[in-house]
């Protein structure tokens, strides 16, 4: 995901059952990640993992909430991210890739 612009925007996406994938803000450092497909085993919050990671040389770091994350369908899954950085600590806008994964 490019993070840092003025409108965040995908790179790339795939995976079995991926047909499409966007992000949108949700305030400085906050992105809702939403994969489109098939996804016949995302009944619950609980079948899903989800791991994200910055893409800097600046000691950032990215995360997810499935907390923060609506409730997945079979033909949708959003996951929220933040991207923060270790100078302050501080919420901060970055670049980063998100995978999830559903049995």
Do not use: E, H
């Amino acid at each position: 995901m490019n993070g840092t612009g003025a409108s965040p925007s995908i790179r790339s996406f795939g995976g079995q059952g991926t047909t499409g994938a966007s992000v949108a803000t949700c305030g400085t450092g906050c992105f809702d990640v939403t994969f489109t497909g098939s996804y016949p085993n995302a009944t619950s919050k609980d079948k899903i993992a989800s791991y994200a990671t910055a893409d800097t040389d600046n000691y950032d770091w990215a995360s997810t909430s499935l907390n923060q994350s609506p409730v997945p369908t079979t033909s949708s899954i959003t996951i929220r991210c933040w991207t923060l950085t270790a100078i302050g600590p501080a919420v901060v806008n970055r670049d980063f890739a998100v995978m999830i994964l559903v049995p």
